[in-house]
């Protein structure tokens, strides 16, 4: 349930991101999640929910882009997704291949209310 | 106001890590990262790992749990320095917990860092602890579709360690099913065998470290 301590490291982003903003209520954060980055979306949301019970930022709406696996072989450079039980390159079929998508972990957004009046 | 801000949510993590990275290259530390489910075996293959190297190794030791000092005390007999992180509740290492552990060790007086992470097949998959590779133990106990179910854990390890080889005959578990299954999540993936109670594969597990190391240290 590492996905708690991740919501709180979210939760701190948009904190940050209000106090840069002359204290503007943040409404939604954009996060790109990938395939194999181990992190379960829906206990991603129960955490933003639970630690930002009672704080200015409850109700922060998530929008969650989920990326797929890429692989990229390691023989002839071919980009291709992994497939059921088929992992080997299907160009070539070269059995070494490295990741090059699916591991992300990124806040790409933030959405604001307009800053209160100074 | 829609704000772009495009940034690793770990970040923080992940610059201690780079710190760590950068410390382990310049004291030529070769460090990795042992990751498995409770009770796989992790810290027994320790044992003997610690027990096959010769007394004059720079070696060292840092074992993560929740609680208790076990592993340490457990590790700490073959003589080589040993330190317990303890996390509380915290079901995975990250970088902060490393340098402090590391804080009053001499890093020149360590040419091979092990750490055992918590118990866990997920969580500790995103916490880089700038190590030079990542290794996953699975246990013949376990049932071989685990690289499937976990695939996180398995694409990102360069190692997989079958551990717990002796009691092969006992259980229903189909090895060469279980490493198509790690290479099937983790092309190429490399594989070695091991058994900790009847001290089997120690050979091959030492000699990929010994090639890992001088590919990381140059």
């Known amino acids: 349930m590492h996905e708690l301590s991740i919501a709180a490291a979210i939760l701190e982003r948009a904190q940050a991101a209000s106090q840069r903003n002359g204290g503007a209520r943040v409404t939604k954060v954009g996060l790109r999640i990938g395939a194999i980055a181990g992190v379960e979306a829906d206990a991603l949301a129960f955490g933003i929910e639970a630690l930002s019970l009672h704080t200015p930022l409850q109700g ?10 890429k692989q990229r072989c390691s023989a002839c450079a071919a980009e291709f997704e992994i497939k059921g039980a088929q992992a080997s390159c299907p160009t070539c079929n070269g059995e070494q291949s490295e990741c090059i998508a699916g591991k992300e972990l990124d806040v790409m957004f933030f959405e604001l209310e307009d800053a209160p009046c100074a | 106001m829609r704000l772009d801000v495009e940034e690793k949510v770990l970040s923080e993590n992940d610059k201690l890590a780079r710190g760590l990275r950068e410390r382990y290259r310049q004291h030529k530390v070769f460090c990795v990262n042992l990751i498995s489910s409770p009770g796989s075996g992790k810290t027994a293959l320790l044992e003997r790992t610690l027990e096959a190297l010769p007394k004059t190794t720079k070696v060292a030791v840092l074992t993560g749990d929740l609680q208790t000092e076990n592993d340490a005390r457990r590790l700490a007999k073959a003589g080589f320095p040993v330190k317990q992180i303890t996390t509380g509740g915290t079901c ?24 055992e992470n918590v118990g866990n097949l997920v969580c500790p998959t995103s916490y880089d602890l700038g190590e030079h590779a990542k290794i996953v133990l699975l246990s013949v106990t376990e049932g071989e579709d685990k690289p499937l179910k976990y695939p996180s854990i398995f694409a990102v390890a360069e190692l997989c360690i079958i551990n717990k080889l002796d009691l092969l005959p006992y259980v229903p578990f189909d090895l060469a099913q279980a490493i198509a299954n790690a290479r099937q999540v983790h092309p190429g993936m490399e594989v070695v065998e091991t058994s900790c109670t009847k001290v089997q594969g120690l050979d091959a597990w030492l000699a990929w470290i010994e090639r890992r190391r001088k590919k990381a240290i140059l």
């Open chain 1, 60 to 69: 922060l709406v998530l929008e969650i882009e989920l990326c797929k696996r």
């Open chain 2, 92 to 115: 995975h290492l990250d970088a902060s917990m490393v340098i402090k552990a590391l804080d009053d060790w001499d890093l020149d007086a360590i040419d091979l860092l092990f750490v």
